[in-house]
Nanobody
């Protein structure tokens, strides 16, 4: 059974940093891993992803501020978020596709809340 669990969310002031972690069990993070967020009243959007080939994707709104990485030995992947803005506020979810390519995400965590105040 696949399980992915996020942690690291919290409340910060604009300009601050947070690092989100996602620990996976039953799922190899050699496959595609990604981070999504959902703000109130908005659809879930992909923030960053990392394919099994090592290719990264970042939403335009976070380029240069967020970094996705992983630690294979710990079966954990991360989202380092710097220079946070109020518009980064939302529920953040980690996920996986089950393959090296980042197509459809089928595994999801429960989410961790990030709140950025101005």
């Amino acid at each position: 059974e696949v399980e992915v669990v996020e942690s690291g969310g919290g409340s910060v002031q604009a300009g601050g940093s947070l690092r989100l972690s996602c620990v996976s069990s039953g799922y190899s993070i050699r496959n595609c891993v990604g981070w999504f967020r959902q703000a109130p009243g908005k659809e879930r959007e992909r923030v960053a992803s990392l394919t099994g080939y090592g290719d990264t994707y970042y939403a335009d709104s976070v380029k240069g501020r967020f970094t996705i990485s992983k630690a294979d030995a710990k079966n954990t992947f991360y989202l380092q978020m710097n220079s946070l803005k109020p518009e980064d506020t939302g529920m953040y979810y980690c996920g996986g596709t089950g393959s090296w390519a980042c197509g459809n995400f089928i595994y999801w965590g429960q989410g961790t809340q990030v709140t950025v105040s101005s």
